[in-house]
T-cell receptor
Framework: EADIYQTPRYLVIGTGKKITLECSQT?????MYWYQQDPGMELHLIHY???????EKGDLSSESTVSRIRTEHFPLTLESARPSHTSQYLC???????????????????FGPGTRLTVL | KNQVEQSPQSLIILEGKNCTLQ??????????LRWYKQDTGRGPVSLTI?????NTKSNGRYTATLDADTKQSSLHITASQLSDSASYIC?????????????FGRGTQLTVWP
């Protein structure tokens, strides 16, 4: 079992609210990722960080933002939630070499349990 | 266009039976291929990883094969158990300009009945 945690596991919220999805890992990994996954669909990378104070946009455009102030913590924020943001959000980490634009292809990624977000 | 296609989309088998899941990809250049298991409501967990030179890799009752020439992979599950019920995701990595980008399949939803 990977030591990577996400809270909350489920969130139902109204349109226009600001939300923060938490992700923490205790493995000391430099690289962390946020993915978005709709039912029956593939995972899409929305954010990537290869270390403290580094963040990059992923392949799928997202209105969310992320920060990496501490190695173990990689929160995702939506300033104003909309129904189109309804999805599952998965956080992952890996211990590969720190470098920009390296989306973990050479690493084994460890995933958290996910947060299922519903925006009404 | 780099893609990963999995088949079947869903599969139901009886406990104790074997099954094989398929993955075809068009990702180029190829770096490695992974199979992940994703239980309902959980994050994916890595089962196997294969590079270009490897054509088979086992992890307990799971055996993955890779044919890099035809760009096909399979995951064979032997003597299935109820706990094997999950989505199995094929993930291919490239070594292109964006180093180590991952391409995910949509998964095969496996249900094992008692």
């Amino acid at each position: 079992e990977a030591d990577i945690y996400q809270t909350p596991r489920y969130l139902v919220i109204g349109t226009g609210k600001k939300i923060t999805l938490e992700c923490s890992q205790t493995m000391g990994h430099d690289k962390m990722y946020w993915y978005q996954q709709d039912p029956g669909m593939e995972l899409h990378l929305i954010h990537y960080s290869y270390g403290v104070n580094s963040t990059e946009k992923g392949d799928l455009s997202s209105e969310s933002t992320v920060s990496r102030i501490r190695t173990e913590h990689f929160p995702l924020t939506l300033e104003s939630a909309r129904p189109s943001h309804t999805s599952q959000y998965l956080c992952a980490s890996s211990d590969g070499q720190r470098k920009p634009h390296d989306y973990g292809g050479g690493d084994t990624q460890y995933f958290g349990p996910g947060t299922r977000l519903t925006v009404l | 266009k780099n893609q990963v296609e999995q088949s079947p989309q869903s599969l139901i088998i009886l406990e104790g039976k074997n099954c094989t899941l398929q993955c075809n990809y068009t990702v180029s250049p190829f770096s490695n291929l992974r199979w992940y298991k994703q239980d309902t409501g959980r994050g994916p967990v890595s089962l196997t990883i294969m590079t270009f030179s490897e054509n088979t890799k086992s992890n307990g009752r799971y055996t993955a094969t890779l044919d890099a020439d035809t760009k096909q992979s399979s995951l064979h599950i032997t003597a299935s158990q109820l706990s094997d019920s999950a989505s199995y995701i094929c993930v291919v990595s490239d070594r292109g300009s964006t180093l180590g980008r991952l391409y995910f399949g949509r998964g095969t939803q496996l249900t094992v009945w008692p």
